[in-house]
């Protein structure tokens, strides 16, 4: 079942990922470079920490978006970076509210917090979010070439993640009475265990200066994560593009990602399936690899014949630059 990229490049946000090493990278840019030939404003966002994007089109592109060719701007986020970016604003926040007595203990809570598990995928979750907040304002399209089960199913939890975050930290200084009002007022029916209805209802007006402050630095983050959520789970917005090859390991993961997905109720655009043999390759090696190949291919038509899908053959030559790239997109499209 084939389908139409071109109308998956009339939505306002793509997420091209698969396993490592299948070509998603340059799946993702070709696409952007084509959608950015059709006159559409383009932002590509790798959270690859490989750099991937900067050896595809042979240039340095760094945390900033990065003019690449007409329509066409780029970034690439890196973990490191973005995870002391993350804690400084926290604790730049968090600062105005804790008093002297507390500021060393929320700096150790914060160091603690950076080498703790999933610190760098927080930190890159919300930088994401940020940029699907404001970046479809000034973008017609923004595509993320990212690996789906990871960084996508942390995003659809964060609202619960940093409802929970936030209750610990206030809770653990010396005013949990009445910073423990604030959190109240934070969550839908006062109750942390609902944190996704959105926070713009909640009412602050028994609260001191301070506390109203506090209440809407933690509601603005707590709407951010809504609007994320609500976003991600908006068909007529939002895909998600899978890029595996007709091996095993690629066939059997984005099998599970797609299902983990379509639980959570996030629309599957497709497959495309990377790196296909073409059917007169000779010689006893090429012969057993292509029986191979068609078996992994029938693999791929059992498991996840459902969705559409495009095949391309594998390339000649590796695919660096725009021109490449804009050759291999027709490859893709047509």
Not at 5 to 18: D, F, N, S
Not at 59 to 85: C, F, M, W
Not at 127 to 152: K, M, S, V
């Amino acid at each position: 079942m084939t389908f139409d990229l071109h109308a998956l490049l009339r939505q306002k946000v793509v997420w091209v990922g698969g396993k490592g090493g299948v070509g998603k990278t340059t799946v993702s840019a070709a696409l952007a470079v084509y959608a950015a030939s059709e006159g559409r404003r383009i932002l590509l966002v790798s959270t690859d920490p490989a750099h991937s994007l900067s050896d595809v089109f042979g240039r340095s592109i760094g945390s900033q978006p990065v003019h690449i060719t007409e329509n066409l701007y780029v970034l690439e986020l890196d973990p490191e970076k973005e995870v002391d970016a993350y804690l400084d604003r926290v604790l730049s926040q968090m600062r105005r509210f804790a008093g002297p007595d507390q500021v060393n203990e929320l700096q150790r809570h914060l160091r603690l917090s950076r080498l703790s598990p999933g610190a760098q995928e927080a930190a890159l979750l919300e930088r994401i979010a940020q940029l699907l907040d404001t970046g479809l304002n000034e973008y017609d399209l923004i595509i993320f070439d990212t690996a789906p089960t990871g960084h996508t199913l942390r995003l659809l939890s964060l609202p619960e993640v940093m409802a929970a975050w936030s209750d610990g930290l206030l809770k653990h200084n010396q005013r949990s009475e009445q910073l423990g009002k604030v959190l109240a007022h934070l969550s839908p029916g006062r109750d942390l265990n609902n944190p996704l209805k959105s926070p713009q209802e909640q009412q602050h007006a028994d609260l001191d200066d301070r506390g109203q402050q506090l209440a809407a630095t933690l509601a603005a983050r707590q709407s951010l994560f809504h609007r994320t959520r609500r976003l991600l789970h908006d068909a007529s917005a939002v895909s998600f593009l899978f890029v595996l090859t007709p091996e095993r390991l690629p066939v059997l993961e984005t099998e599970r990602a797609v299902n983990s997905l379509v639980d959570i109720g996030v629309n599957i655009a497709g497959l495309i399936v990377n790196r296909v043999l073409p059917d007169h390759l000779e010689g006893g090696f090429w012969h057993n690899h292509l029986q191979r190949q068609q078996q992994y291919l029938a693999e791929i038509e059992r498991r996840l014949g459902h969705l559409p899908q495009k095949q391309l053959q594998l390339q000649e030559q590796e695919i660096q630059g725009v021109n490449a790239l804009a050759d291999f997109a027709q490859q893709i499209l047509h």
